[in-house]
């Protein structure tokens, strides 16, 4: 990509898992880590959706957290239009008003105390971007956008349905005029008629103000529909970057094509799929090697030494083995 | 693109959104709440406004009449004829007077000392929930080395170091304040450990974190964000423990360390009437000791029932 | 045609409160027959959940089963005594929830409790009942199941917990099977093998199942028939793959074409403007005709029950009913 949005660029985070310290002397035990995320690199260019998809506990949301600066990665780096996103060193004003963040569950994102004017105006007032009767007005406006009354704004956010408030959620991330926001879960807590309008409406301002989004998610068909390009996680790792729709019809990695096997089919082709075996590994002791190793149908010996590096698909990178025997 | 429908077409008054709310029906609906409230609001009203009910400032000499001394309730006095409605004490002090005072003052130093309590616990308590880590570990074991003394012992021990700080000249004039210090001091615990774990909850809720990516200040985030999603609870603490800083005031001054001789309370008044028992003026004991027992059960019974109002486990 | 293994008819569920009643069940009809998956979809908050829980007499009071009855085998189940009904529950209809831990009491093994319900509900010995047990959770594919069976539940991962609770729901032969949400709290790689164990397990036993999920893709892969609730009634009742392909109900239609699947080529989502109502704020007439994009005149006016149609399906909607369309022509 020659001149992309954000760059991530060996992305690493662990966290501290271990027991209290006088357990730890006690017990005998040494400190344990979590490694949530394992050298992660990808690119999202301007005006793109990127998705990163993976089961639960994969790492999306601590990704999507260190983007934002709420986490500071273990190791790696974060740029953003040629500026480094650092939550340790702090991140500058104007850098912060150009990104976003929207949440997965749209009762825990509005605080209940607030109004819904003053939730929405909050970067507003944070950034001083306006005075305080413009971003009233501002605020109106925005719910206008997002398909709700302006007369919303003397209401709390308990007056409204689930699908409003992701719309309210919607409006505030948009009130600073960032240009890049990431989408954590947007629909997962939404009914399948209200993710429709969710979805329908994302992208409608995604044309409108030319937004890039990270968007995140462990549902393969809302993906799909979403995204330029995807990002494969399985245990913290980015296992497949793919373009779009390619990634369904010729997916490279072994586990992509797992996961695309387990979705259950709402075509009733009646295929009857693989069961796929084994559950995913405890994060603390991954398994050596590829990760998957355990569940993989080619896996070989190699893979249970070696951690497989990204090489080029035909359509994006995976990080396999079986690929370079494969192409051989 | 689809508006929902705006789910209320019109906007109720915030008067009776308030008449309507859950707690109000469920204050409405429970006597127990309904009969506390009246009784703490007669002698809280009683105590706010004595110096208008008052048939006398028991507390300005010229107002005495010794020849009143040890007036029965309801009886006219065989000197100088006047009858009090619950009797006059050895000074001739009308009864119900002193009580209207002593209530006030009594009330003043529970009223500053939950205040001070609060104001503390609430910041320690943030502040901890929100830093993690070392500083609430260490916050934390000073509120439970505290928690396994009894409140009375700190409040004395307060009192006591105080006072050795104290020039004798300022000693009176500021012996409520330190009254007030002592007993919020004993008290704080409670709501920094409350608030603290509710901080905890609140701070991993995505409305903190979205706070958060657009880089607003923490004490922000405490204070504006989090704080109005705790204070449930808190007010809860606060009812309890203004039932309980009034019973550890009446204690210390009847103890002789609390609140001055020239601005008795009813914890004072208490052990006045006490050395009269037992030449048989009960009523200089009696009626103050009431006042204290029902101001004290009725605002405990209202903050359990606040408790269990604001508990949707046992709605 | 056969008798049908549990007939809900005209079910009405009821939580009062002061602001009025609630209605959460509003005439729900529905038959599940002997060895067959029922699917039941809906939105969240359509009265699912409810459904099961009056089933198996598990409503929490204040609220209650105001009107209708619920037959098993013929035989009414819906206001006999909590004694009678603990008896059905567990021997004759076995329940798996959302989340395995509310099922499994985490103070004891697996074995002691697979052990005790089979010797509740089958008279044998220990021995036997402990054989028995083995060889479910080896069936539900519980591997090395004659070690693991002593382990506590904490031992297990959630898709492991998934499985006994199934053995567990199973292991009395019951001949319904009701499973709230059995796989929404798992993984998309683990739901798969789940949803496969509980649909052959119950087919080679004979059990019926009544599977509650708002997820289609597991309607579509798993059941012989479904119901769709929408705000406390019964939307339409067929096929599988009738309804999925061509649903009859305004509501289902919408439903149907607003999920995105992995084949689909359009760009933007088919999407039903609005929500579903509260339960205090049920429109008159058709409770989805806010919604609706085909609404005429009945539709605010007069509640549609469900009328049958060809191929054994139910729709409550007016457009089917050929006298109401004669009287409003211009539709
Ligand atoms: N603060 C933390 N401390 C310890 N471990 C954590 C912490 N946050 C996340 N983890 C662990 O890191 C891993 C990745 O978590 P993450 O929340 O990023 O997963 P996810 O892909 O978003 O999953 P989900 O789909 O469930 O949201 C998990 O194993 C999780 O338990
Ligand atoms: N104890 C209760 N008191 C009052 N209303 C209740 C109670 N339990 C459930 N309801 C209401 O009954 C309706 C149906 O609830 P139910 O749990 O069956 O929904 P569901 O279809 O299972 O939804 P979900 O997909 O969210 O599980 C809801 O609107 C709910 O608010
Ligand atoms: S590296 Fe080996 S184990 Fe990993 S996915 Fe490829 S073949 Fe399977
Ligand atoms: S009855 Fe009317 S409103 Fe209801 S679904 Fe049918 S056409 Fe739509
Ligand atoms: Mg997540
Ligand atoms: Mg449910």
């Given at each position: 990509m020659s001149d992309p949005l954000v760059k991530i660029d060996g992305l690493t985070r662990r966290f501290d898992v271990s027991k209290p310290w006088l357990n730890r002397v006690i017990e005998r035990e040494d400190k344990q880590f979590l490694t949530a995320n394992a050298d992660v690199s990808f690119e999202i260019g301007r005006g793109e959706t990127f998705a990163l998809v993976g089961e639960s506990g994969s790492g999306k949301s601590t990704i999507a957290k260190m983007v934002v600066g709420l986490l500071a990665p273990s190791a790696g780096t974060i740029t953003f239009d040629g500026q480094r996103i650092d939550a340790g060193a702090g991140i500058p004003r104007s850098l912060r008003r150009r990104f976003q963040m929207i949440f997965q569950d749209p009762f825990a994102s509005?605080?209940?105390?607030?109004r819904v004017g003053e939730i929405i105006s909050e970067p507003i007032r944070t950034f001083g971007l306006m005075n305080a009767t413009d971003a009233r007005k501002e605020a109106g406006r925005l719910l206008e956008v997002v398909g709700l009354s302006a007369n919303d704004v003397n209401k709390f956010p308990h007056e409204f349905s689930g699908g409003q408030r992701q719309r309210i959620a919607i409006a505030r991330a948009l009130s600073s005029k960032p240009e890049f926001i990431v989408c954590d879960?947007?629909?997962?807590?939404?009914d399948v008629s209200v993710q429709a309008q969710i979805l329908n409406l994302m992208r409608d301002l995604q044309d409108e103000f030319g937004l890039t989004y990270l968007l995140i998610s462990h549902d393969l068909s809302v993906v799909r529909h979403m995204s330029s390009r995807i990002g494969v996680l399985y245990l913290g790792r980015l296992v497949e970057v793919a373009q779009g729709k390619k990634l369904f019809t010729e997916p490279q990695h072994p586990y992509t094509r797992m996961l695309l096997d387990a979705v259950p089919d709402l075509a009733l082709s009646g295929r009857r799929r693989r069961p796929v075996e084994g559950e995913i590994p405890n994060p603390i002791s991954p398994p050596s090697g590829c990760a998957f190793h355990p569940r993989?149908?080619?896996?070989?010996?190699r893979c249970k030494q070696e951690i497989p590096q990204p090489r080029q698909t035909p359509i994006g990178q995976a990080a396999c083995h079986a690929l370079d025997h494969a192409v051989a | 693109m689809t508006t929902e429908p705006n789910p209320t077409p019109k906007e109720p008054s915030r008067l009776y959104r308030m008449w309507d709310s859950d707690l109000a029906y469920a204050f409405r609906t429970a006597p127990v709440a309904i009969a506390a409230t009246l009784v703490a609001l007669i002698i809280i009203g009683g105590a706010v406004f004595a110096p208008w009910l008052a048939?006398?400032?028991?507390?300005?000499?010229?107002?005495?009449?010794?020849?009143?001394?040890?007036t029965p309730p309801m009886e006219p006095n065989a000197f100088t004829g006047e009858t009090f409605l619950m009797g006059a004490d050895n000074q001739g002090r009308d009864m119900l007077s002193t009580i209207l005072y002593g209530t006030r003052t009594s009330l003043f130093v529970g009223a500053m000392a939950v205040l001070f309590a609060m104001v503390l616990g609430i910041s320690v308590g943030l502040f901890a929930g929100w830093r993690g880590g070392w500083v609430d570990s260490a916050l934390m074991r000073v509120a439970d080395v505290q928690l396994a003394f009894p409140a009375i012992l700190i409040a004395l021990l307060v009192f006591g170091i105080a006072r050795g700080f104290i020039p004798d000249n300022l000693r009176d004039q500021l012996a409520i304040w330190v009254l007030i210090v002592a007993i919020g001091l004993s008290d704080w615990v409670q709501f920094a450990r409350v608030v603290r774990g509710a901080t905890m909850v609140e701070k991993n809720k995505e409305y903190v974190q979205a706070a958060r990516v657009i880089g607003a200040h923490p004490v922000k985030i405490m204070f504006r964000h989090i704080l109005p999603n705790v204070m449930g609870p808190v007010l809860v603490i606060a009812t309890i423990s203004l039932a309980l800083a009034i019973i550890a005031e009446a204690t210390l001054s009847f103890l002789g360390v609390g609140v001055p001789p020239t601005q008795p309370s009813l914890g004072t008044l208490i052990r006045i009437g006490q050395s009269f028992l037992i030449s048989g003026e009960w009523w200089i004991l009696l009626f103050p000791a009431l006042t204290l027992l029902a101001l004290a059960l009725s605002v405990n019974l209202l903050g359990d029932w606040l408790r269990d109002a604001l508990n949707p486990r046992l709605r | 045609m056969a008798e049908p293994l549990l007939s809900v008819r005209d079910l009405v569920v009821e939580f009062p409160t002061r602001r009025g009643i609630l209605r959460a069940l509003d005439r729900v009809s529905f038959d599940i027959m002997p060895g067959e998956v029922l699917g039941m979809v809906g939105e969240s908050g359509a009265g699912k959940s409810i459904t099961g829980a009056a089933i198996i007499g598990l409503i929490e009071p204040p609220g209650r089963i105001a009107s209708g009855e619920i037959r098993l085998k013929g035989q009414?189940?819906?206001?006999?005594t909590p004694e009678a009904m603990r008896k059905i529950r567990g021997k004759r209809i076995g329940m798996v929830f959302q989340d395995p831990l509310t099922s499994?009491?985490?103070?004891?093994t697996v074995a002691q409790q697979l052990i005790e319900t089979i010797r509740t509900h089958i008279d044998c010995s220990e021995a036997e009942a402990r054989k028995r047990a083995v060889a479910l959770l080896d069936r539900v594919g519980i591997p090395a199941a004659a070690r693991r069976i002593d382990d506590y539940p904490h031992h297990f991962s959630g898709g492991m917990r998934q499985r006994v609770v199934i053995a567990l729901a199973l292991c009395a032969e019951p001949e319904l099977v009701i499973a709230d949400e059995p796989t929404t709290a798992l993984d998309v790689s683990v739901q798969s093998q789940i949803i496969e164990v509980l649909k052959d397990i119950c087919a080679e036993r004979g059990a019926a199942v009544m599977l509650i999920t708002h997820d289609m893709g597991v309607i579509a892969e798993t059941a012989d028939r479904v119901a769709v609730l929408y705000a406390g009634r019964m939307a339409e009742v067929g096929p599988v793959r009738e309804v999925i392909t061509e649903a009859m109900h305004p509501y289902t239609a919408g439903l149907m074409s607003s999920i995105p699947t992995l084949t689909q080529e359009s760009d933007r989502l088919v999407q039903i403007p609005g929500a579903m109502p509260r339960l205090n704020a049920i429109p008159t007439g058709c409770a989805f005709n806010p919604r609706c994009a085909k609404a005429f005149g009945p539709c605010t006016v007069e509640r549609p029950e469900l009328i049958a149609q060809e191929g054994g399906r139910q729709v409550a909607c007016w457009l089917y009913d050929e006298a109401k369309r004669r009287e409003v022509p211009h539709v």
């Open positions: 509005l605080n209940p105390r607030w879960e947007p629909t997962s807590a939404l993989c149908p080619l896996a070989f010996d | 048939t006398m400032n028991p507390f300005n000499p010229a107002e005495l009449n010794l020849m009143n001394g040890f | 009414r189940i819906d206001n006999i499994l009491n985490p103070l004891y």
